[in-house]
T-cell receptor, first 110, second 118 residues
Framework: EDQVTQSPEALRLQEGESSSLNCSYT??????LFWYRQDPGKGPEFLFT???AGEEKEKERLKATLTKKESFLHITAPKPEDSATYLC???????????FGQGTRLTINP | DAGVIQSPRHEVTEMGQEVTLRCKPI?????LFWYRQTMMRGLELLIY????????DSGMPEDRFSAKMPNASFSTLKIQPSEPRDSAVYFC????????????????FGSGTQLSVL
């Protein structure tokens, strides 16, 4: 069965304290790994798509990386406005739908 | 563009009542997805449409749930009769799927409908 597991469930950091979120996956054939950000009371908002091991994408303080078994979302010198739930999702071979992980709830304290 | 528009934002109803959730996708998008989000199970795909045709409804919990897409700019998700365990946030998302381009499109989500069934 295709599975996506995110860790940790919740992470609390001080402003400026860098860290990484993990997304591990077990799928029959990966056709894309997606990172989304979700703010309270809103729908998920697209951040990145990664397709192959070794690929990296960056946006402001965020950098996403991909290996054959997992993806990391690195956050460098975070600010309070980076507080949100970060969701990882995979698209498997032959399917259009996305399978989401449970998310990591990130809180950045000023 | 206004993005994906969902209504209502909040719905409180009593067990046994019919509930209809509405979605207007982004103009020009040809795929539409209905997701449900709960603390316990996270985001789950219920059903999705391509060019107004239902493609995969394997995530629909049971016969009490039905979804329609009568045209490219409107979709509904109906629950009849509703039960307390249906309480969740229901999201609609749309995307522009290119022929044969699996894996390339990204989903745009609406703000969701918070459903509470008492």
């Amino acid at each position: 069965e295709d599975q996506v597991t995110q860790s940790p469930e919740a992470l609390r950091l001080q402003e400026g304290e860098s860290s990484s979120l993990n997304c591990s996956y077990t799928v029959s054939g990966l056709r894309g790994l997606f990172w989304y950000r979700q703010d309270p009371g809103k729908g998920p908002e697209f951040l990145f798509t990664l397709y192959s091991a070794g690929e990296e994408k960056e946006k402001e303080r965020l950098k996403a990386t991909l290996t054959k078994k997992e993806s990391f979302l690195h956050i460098t010198a975070p600010k309070p406005e980076d507080s949100a739930t970060y969701l990882c999702a995979v698209r498997i071979q032959g399917a259009q739908k996305l399978v989401f992980g449970q998310g990591t709830r990130l809180t950045i304290n000023p | 563009d206004a993005g994906v528009i969902q209504s209502p934002r909040h719905e409180v109803t009593e067990m046994g009542q019919e509930v209809t959730l509405r979605c207007k996708p982004i103009s020009g998008h040809n795929s539409l997805f209905w997701y449900r989000q709960t603390m316990m199970r996270g985001l789950e795909l219920l059903i999705y449409f391509n060019n107004n045709v239902p493609i995969d409804d394997s995530g629909m919990p049971e016969d009490r749930f039905s979804a329609k897409m009568p045209n490219a700019s409107f979709s509904t998700l109906k629950i009849q009769p509703s039960e307390p365990r249906d309480s969740a946030v229901y999201f609609c998302a749309s995307s522009q799927r290119r022929q044969g381009a699996f894996g390339s499109e990204k989903l745009f989500f609406g703000s969701g409908t918070q459903l509470s069934v008492l």
